[in-house]
């Protein structure tokens, strides 16, 4: 499956973004999917994940409340909602695709990244 990552940018401290992430490729319902982000100098963290369904939803404890992940299994797109964003958001922000959720960043198969600046 081939994923491409967009809608990332330079935002203020307490803004909304949405990332989405299009797959092309095999059937798109039986991925599950995730977001990852990677900030200067450090390792590539878990953001969030969504079961092949769609039904389950995982999100890391430093955006829980803030960010929401989607799948649309019709368009092919899983979207990463954004909301009152901090500096410490910054980062490029990966989606991925593999066969089971983890917070591991060992999935099969990712996207090229999408810069994510938030400014205080």
């Known amino acids: 499956v081939q994923l491409q990552a967009s809608g990332g940018g330079l935002v203020q401290v307490g803004d909304s973004l949405r990332l989405s992430c299009a797959a092309s490729?095999?059937?798109?319902?039986?991925?599950?999917m995730g977001w990852f982000r990677q900030a200067p100098g450090k390792e590539r963290e878990f953001v969030a994940a969504i079961s092949r369904s769609g039904d389950g939803t995982y999100t890391a404890d430093s955006v829980k409340g803030r960010f929401t992940i989607s799948k649309d299994n019709v368009k092919n797109t899983v979207s990463l909602q954004m909301n009152s964003l901090k500096p410490e958001d910054t980062a490029v922000y990966y989606c991925?695709?593999?066969?089971?959720?983890?917070?591991?960043?060992?999935?099969?198969?990712w996207g090229q990244g999408t810069l994510v600046t938030v400014s205080s």
């Open positions: 991925a695709a593999d066969d089971r959720v983890t917070v591991k960043s060992d999935w099969h198969y």
């Open positions: 490729g095999r059937t798109f319902s039986s991925y599950a």
